[in-house]
Nanobody, 124 residues
Framework: QVQLVESGGGLVQAGGSLRLSCAAS????????MGWFRQAPGKEREFVAA????????YYADSVKGRFTISRDNAKNTVYLQMNSLKPEDTAVYYC?????????????????WGQGTQVTVSS
């Protein structure tokens, strides 16, 4: 069982930056693939970024590529999402997710564990 707690969301102006953190419980965090998803009001949850258990492989949605960076610190049981050059269309609730699957996992149904989400609001 893995419990995930996101933090770091908030209100930022367009062009600004935020770093989201997702702290995981459990001794086997280092064996879990991790991902970030987001859901804007009235829209489906969408994939943002994913990272393999080792951190050696990452993948990004086209909409955030070059602006967002996913990373992890297995010693701290934490995964991060550094978000730069934020745009109003990045406004959403951001969720982290975990699964014991291999590699980078790109779809929400592949993940077994989810955090409660953290709100990111980007003003124009």
């Amino acid at each position: 069982q893995v419990q995930l707690v996101e933090s770091g969301g908030g209100l930022v102006q367009a062009g600004g930056s935020l770093r989201l953190s997702c702290a995981a419980s459990g001794r086997t965090f280092s064996s879990y693939a991790m991902g970030w998803f987001r859901q804007a009001p009235g829209k489906e949850r969408e994939f943002v970024a994913a990272i393999s258990w080792s951190g050696g492989s990452t993948y990004y949605a086209d909409s955030v590529k070059g602006r967002f960076t996913i990373s992890r610190d297995n010693a701290k049981n934490t995964v991060y999402l550094q978000m730069n050059s934020l745009k109003p269309e990045d406004t959403a609730v951001y969720y982290c997710a975990a699964d014991s699957g291999f590699g980078v996992l790109l779809t929400s149904y592949e993940y077994d564990y989810w955090g409660q989400g953290t709100q990111v609001t980007v003003s124009s």
